[in-house]
């Protein structure tokens, strides 16, 4: 049966609205600010075969994520399902991303059979475990991370279940404000059963699925035509996520393998690193929605997302590495590894649709937390940011600065500083773009945020689980990379307190007047720097995105005392900057490809006397258009202008023996 075209759209898009409503009834009556003021939570409609029909503005980390979670439920209690239930689930082992993201789903009955149902995904500030906020970077297994919840129906027939409701609520830190939190999932929930029986009434039960499996339909097609413009082929990226082995780093590896296959897209990230007891492993569901963000948002941002978009798409992963997580390994580095899959498959998609793709996001979601009482109410408080840094630069314009990337959606940006400030013991001292810290590009990438917050309390526990401190954001096409993250506080006398292990920490004690200070990363760059026109560095430099001297420096832009560009030094400037880059032939070697204790980092390797130090980081450009990443070593048998890597190596280059490839050390350099 052909489903009436105005039948289909305003079915469609009534069913959207109904999603959009759910949104709305959390935004007005939830307690906690991470959900009421930076909206860090999603809805969906799902059919009775699990599917996910219908999404609004929701955060995609949430909502591509979702399905996984509901057939869990589904494994667990589809033969069981009765009007008046509602389920609840945040076990990243069965489908979730990680603890703190609860997901209710409340099946809609019609006629006595299942009709479609609403699901709620919403992050709650704390689900109790080891530190304030629940997110800490030093734990070592999923117990530390706080109260796992298995599929359960929380709700039975209408009626309560009130053992369930104990156990959650005194497991939590700030019970009142979770149950107000859960509460106005529920409420979201109720008002969506209403507008699902109002849109029945309107169109009947038959039609709204015909129209339901059309939509699909032609959401599947749309994504495989896109697809099949690719030409066929298999192509390969790598990226690291930050671990520390006994205070070192030791970063873990992303492996990815994408294949185009007429049309459809397989994504193999088969030989990622093995889980650790750190945090740097997620589950399943969050390494799925990386590859379906990423290749949705560069092949069909325009298009709807339902279950028809997931149909082109295959994904590959080994259970007990850090894309797959399997108990007991903490899981809380959901967001990160998310980060990384869409970097990897964006760096390999650049390699079959260049013109498509951005250079590299600032790549992590910087949760800080601090956590404590507030001596002067007695309560206990916790503060919860998430600085917003650098997007990257693409072929039509510069990168957005300080906003959400693709993955997180409407998330809000900023948090209402007269809000946090009036119920939490802090003052937001500043928050300003960070200067400097875009990556540089005939297209430069966007800049990261500065946010300083005093502490007011008499004390706080610190704690942050973020990465991008080492191994920055790419650049593409000889762009450069966006600056990485940092965190430090400055105590109450000045003193710089700086952490051995950045990026992972887990309840650093504060005291009244400490400022905690963070630095999100900036976006890469697009293109080669010195590309870029003079003008547009001149005007970068007159909004203080850049100094003088990073004009000078980084893009070869000599300004004069007006801050107009010196036609005559910048070209010299920049022919200089030219010849002083280092060119590499590159070789294939039988040394080992990789190191690390728990971890795994690429080696390349070049002559004792080529002037780059053992350890050093490095990145290749070659043919493809995103640089490998690596660390020196060196080989006494290359020639001085040589650089050595395995076969795969090369391939992810996208470089073949004796061509040459510039090198770039990157600021920091590496830790052996």
Known sequence: MTVNPIDLEVV????????????????????????????????????????MVAQGRDMPGHVIAMPASVAEIFADFAE???????????????????????????????????FLFPC??????????????????????????????????????????RAAYDIVFANVRMADERRGDLESSVAACHTAERRLRELVARHGTALVHECVAANMDRTEQRLRDMIRALPDGAYHYEDYLDLYTDGRYDPAIVRCRLTVDGDEIDADFRGSSTQVAAVVN???AMTVAGVFIAVKSALDPGGLVNHGAFRPLRVHTEPGTVVHVSYPAPANAHSEVRKRVISAVMAALSQVAPDLVAADQFGTTFQNLIGGVDEHTGRPYLYYDYPAGGNGGFLESDGPSAMNPVDLGDISTIQSVERLETEIPILVDACELRTGSCGDGARRGGLGSRRETRLLA???????????????????????????????????????????TPGKVAGFPMR???????????????GDPLDRAPEAVAEDVTQEYLTA??????????????????????????????????????????????????????????????????????????????PLRAWIRHDAALAADELALDDDGLQILGTAPQDRSYVRVLAGGGRS
Request: glycine share 12%; net charge neutral; with cysteine.
């Open 12 to 51: 469609t898009e009534g069913l959207i609205s109904i999603v959009r409503e759910m949104r709305q009834t959390i935004f007005r009556t939830a307690h906690s600010p991470v959900i009421a003021d930076a909206q860090d939570f999603s809805c969906a409609l799902f059919d009775p075969q699990g599917q």
């Open 80 to 114: 069981e399902m009765r009007p008046g239930d509602l389920y609840i689930v945040n076990d990243p082992y069965r489908g979730g991303s990680h603890l703190n993201d609860v997901t209710l789903i409340s099946p809609v009955f019609v006629d006595g059979q299942l």
């Open 120 to 161: 709620v995904r919403m992050h709650w500030a704390d689900i109790g475990g080891m530190t304030p906020g629940s997110v800490s970077g030093q734990a070592t297994e999923i117990l530390q991370e706080g109260l796992r919840i298995p599929p359960i129906k929380l709700i039975e027939q209408g009626r309560p279940n």
């Open 282 to 284: 997620s589950s399943r």
């Open 458 to 500: 008499s004390g706080g526990a610190y704690s942050v689980q973020t990465d991008r401190t080492t191994v920055p954001p790419y650049g593409l096409r000889h762009g450069g990379p966006g600056a990485p993250t940092v965190t430090h506080v400055r105590r109450a006398d000045g003193e710089r307190v700086d952490f051995a």
């Open 512 to 526: 009244t007047g400490d400022v905690l200070v963070m630095e999100s990363a900036g976006g890469g760059g697009w």
């Open 549 to 626: 001297a990073d004009a000078r420096d980084r893009y070869g832009v000599v300004l004069d005392p007006a801050g107009r560009a010196d036609p005559a030094a910048t070209a010299a400037t920049r022919q200089r900057l030219r010849d002083e880059r280092r060119w590499l032939r590159t070789t294939v070697t039988t040394q080992p490809a990789y190191t690390g204790q728990r971890g795994q980092r690429r080696l390349a390797y070049v002559a004792p006397g080529s002037g780059l130090a053992e350890d050093t980081l490095v990145e290749v450009h070659g043919g493809h258009p995103a």
